[in-house]
């Protein structure tokens, strides 16, 4: 293995590795992967095996492919049994028996030319099967099956008549196959869903039937045609003709019809294709590997299927191509030729700089240039006639290229797993963009076609108008949102494989055709697009572009610009500008109806519907502050219902309050050796300084301040802020224990370790995550999707909020292979993901906030984490701060409970895609926010009266209590609202207390109306009977042994009277267990 | 004191110690109300005890009666938290009185210190603190640890490690098997990996 250090990189530099050089070369070829889940020193063999391992899976067995090549022989031997038929008129198809179907869209029907059909002049396996390069899931093996000479006439090239010809060969064909045994089914598909294109698909009988798909393309025979007839400038299809007009006007000239012009022409070198990739790949073993790994990448973000798709076809001749021009040399493994060809890709743009794969510059060749005016990308195969790209627009080859130029920065960064990025981990559009909307009918592209005038390009696509109008459509959409989308691109249109009896599909059966967009974090920024100054000529344009949303405008440096303004007031409604835009352009200029597009960027927005965003305000008075949460809550204030003294009670008759959730914010006092070193004289100083503080707050800034022990409230516009004095020396003293020998010894105590959190770590993680709020504006929103899911499954008590802000923190910083998240929508997605997919067992989650860890930091981490697993909690997760305790995790979720919650994170994942994607039924994403409930044993139902959070419940009740409106009261003199006064937290506390060893309990704290109650089942095992124990049981006799068992009526009776005002039933499902 | 309400009718009763388990002899309250708790019934004259036992046959006693109802649910929380506003005044007479005390305290210790400062004890002892001319070592784990990690630099500074010739082959050998170790490692870990069906791309 010689020389391939440049490709390389810094790796293992030579102090490293002091020893032999065998095992140093075996470790070369992977080392960009080495980054994740290796074992720190360097050298490691890890991400070779994996890659090793991989292909293993991918690649076909021996086993199998003698079975294939018996199938292929059976084929053959068929085929050429099949019977000839008497000459007939193309358009007499009464010859062709009931059972199939031609498959192709006649439209229109009515052409010359006659047709017969002979056996085949020859039959040939081309493709990725004959190289090897195949691969999983789908194994094809294609069949070019050579149509002989006599079939054809003059100008067939013409007007479909080709096209025509195939396809009732393909459908004699079909027909005679389908009475044989051997096959499971004989289908017809269109190739990569092109309509002009269509195939036959053989599947073997029996359990083989999953194992290949034999696909037979007809192809003319060599020299039919004259290939200066299909130039990209040439015409084959008539105006007259497709139009169904009886003369064709005079004239006019006939527009270039280059699409269809390829489409002919590809099928003659097919066999050429075949020989150029087997001599590239020949003594090339490297290629092969490359090859497979390249098209588990395209298969992993979803390129390479569909019409326009960069199929694995497309891509071996691109590795031939970086071969001819010595980019990849033969000595390259498979990994160096993935890398070559993915930086190639980043750094090229095909559809501004063709290439082309022609060795010999034939003068009477069409060039590159005359390609580009035909083609959006351009990629000329070795007979310099056919455009591989041809049916690719340039917003997917944009794409391919953003996919590459992040891969390559992936590889390049040694902290990523680049292998289970690159290659494990699947983009599907929804949780790859920032928005994605649906056009539910694409029959509505009709319309655009014809308000577009792209009669010619129709010709030119026999009928596609969807194919035809795509390109147009997503320029249309770049340009409007060229200030902030970094990406728009479309989902490629695919037909599905129908049988043969069936009418081939129409334009139309595509489906819904799915937009994405990806955003600059900064999109929702502006509300406004200025435009050239009004005098100048580019004015007109943009004023034809924009319609009449454009106005003209004086702006602040006195210059009068044409604008166009979007209606936004909160960040939510800003961030659904492009929603406008997109709306408002394809109605302009496409004629496409609002009611058919479907725009999903923020229908989970409904569910965390805040008040305000809330932030830290009004506290400048205050000198070294520290804010702890970034207020995650929604926030409701309190209206005045009832007075006691001077300030506000709940009451029994009324409904209890809102609830009002204190911000806290944590003062620390300088140290000094003034303050007392003792636990209880600390207590009372700090309770000291919290009257003191209420007392100036009061006087100087007319707040309204309730002093407590523990902390001072203070109420301002409609907030509560809990002010809490804090001593950094407190947990130190709290930790203090002297040993017998008179030694001062640092122990930890639950007590210390509370406080610690408390006042140290929470506001140092809040402000590194207020920081990372400040980077990507989504952060916030997408934290509180993901708290209010995990509360609405009700598991908000068993996971604490700061794991999930870390679990999100994480997606924003390590987003590979996507982008960070732009949207609350894809954040909430990927975390859901994230839940469901991450290996917790093996691996430990590494949030680096504020890039606090180095290489070396998250390799000790790994290995210590690997070292001490069985110690460390179910759920690891490092920070900069906290790299071996995971502190937030500590005491929950437990086992089971991760393993719950992972099982909801993937259905709910599962549920939510779906309905995302299918924007023909009725979307109601909130279904992943209403909890299952068949699971547990005892259902408690709230009185909703009593609920002071019943608004912030997922289906917001029609009506509810009145507990006030917010009120932004200037006063000084105003009552101090009820704070953090939540009835169901405290008979919550109350039951946990009582009951937590016979029983869990679940409940969702914002506004859920029941509480679900799951019975230990380890508790409800008879137990000997012991004093300590008889918590909640009875006695009774076993097998003449005293034994105690709970006594559940009495438990449920308990529930009751605990929750005396609040419990409106207690529903016991007794199904599941007996009394 | 509701307990002691009930158990009344069965003789005088001296006090109620409620505890979290039984057996616990500690003297502290439980602050915290929640849970099922262990009582303990202290009556001023064993006869009560023998009244107490006989009761059991005459059905539950009831605790929360209508004369004096225990309060839960609503009422209770309620009852809390307007517990949980506090006087100001009141709070700040306390903690002034508090301080007060606390610094008579401290001011006294320091006294006591200050004059057995230097002051050798029956054995002869003189006790070294931090107040004096020579304040000595704090004696606490930190320290103590300081001390050994300083011994411990000091006699790895004195030992050759790369002298002798074996000492090179040594570490050779042993960096040798470490590599050999990792790459059994990396195997087991692929093993594992390939039986999780890691390696399924989709």
Known sequence: MPGPKQELGTGISQAEMPCSGSVRKRALPGESWAAAGTSGQGITLLPLAKIEELLKEVTLKETKKKKIDAFLHEINSLLSAIPETPETELTDQAWLPEGVKVPFLQVPFSVKGRFRFLSPAELKVVGSYLLGTCIKPEINVDVAVTMPREIFQDKDNLNQRYHRKRALYLAHIAQHLSKEKLFGSVKFAYMNSNHLKPILLLRPQGKDEKMVTVRLHACPAPGLFKPSRFYPSKNNVRTAWFMEQSTPKEGAPEPPTPHYNNSIICDTVLLSHLHFLSSAAADFPGMKDGLALLKVWLNQRQLSKGLGCFSGFLVSMLVAYLLMKRKIVKMMSGYQVLRSTLQFLATTDLSVMGISLAKDVDASLPVLDDFHQAFEVVFVDPSGLVNLCADMTASKYHQVQFEAKRSMEILDDRTVDGFQVLLMTTKPMLRAFDHVFHLKHVSKLQGACKKMQLLNELMDRGGNYVAAALPFVVSLLARGLAGGALLVTHSLPQISEWPIDAEPPKHKDVGPLTFGLLFVPEFAAGTLEKGPQADHPEALDFRTFWGEKSELRRFQDGSICEAVVWQADTVCQKRLIPEQIVRHLLKLHMDIPESSICYT?????????????????????????????????????????????????????????????????????????????????????KAAFHLQLAELLQQQHQLVCRPAVTHTDVYKDGYVFRLQVAYHREPLILKEVVTPEGMLKYQDTEESRQLELETLHLPYLTSSLHGLQQQHPAFGSTCRLAKRWVSAQLLSDNISEECVDLLVAFLFLHPAPFTPPSSPQVGFLRFLDLLATFDWKNNPLIVNLNAGLTDADLTEIKNKFVAARSRLPIMFIATPKDQWSSMWTQERPSAQILQRLLVLASESLRALEEQLMDPLNSQDVKMVFRPPLDFYDVLIHLNPNQIPRHLESVDRPLKSFSRGVVKNSTAVKILFPVVDYDPVQCYLQELRDAFSDLALFFYDKHGGEVIAVLWKPLSFQPQPFKVSSMKGRMVTTLNNELVCIPNVEAILEDFEVLGEGLVKSIEARTEKWTI | DSLSRLFARCGCVQSVDICEKPGEKKEKLTSKGGGFQVAYVVFRKPAGVQAAKALSREGPLLISTESHPVKTGISKWIASYAASVVDQEELKAEVDAYMQDYDKKIAEEEAKAAKEEGVPDEDGWVKVTRKGRKPGLPRTEAANLRVLEREKRKRARKELLNFYAWQHRETKREHIAQLRKKFEEDKQRIALMRAQRKFRPY
Do not use: N
Request: aromatic fraction near 6%; proline fraction near 11%; hydrophobic fraction near 35%.
């Open chain 1, 601 to 685: 960027g923020a229908l989970l927005e409904s569910v965390i519907r805040t008040g305000q965003e809330a932030s830290g305000t009004g506290e400048e008075a205050m000198v070294s502050v520290v804010f702890p949460p970034i207020p995650m809550k929604p926030i409701y204030s309190f209206h005045t219902r009832i007075r006691t003294k001077h300030l506000l009670l709940p009451s029994e008759e009324k409904p209890c309050p809102a609830y009002i959730a204190p911000l806290k914010i944590i003062c620390h006092m300088e140290g000094s050796g003034q303050w007392p070193q003792d636990k209880e004289a600390i207590k009372r100083i």
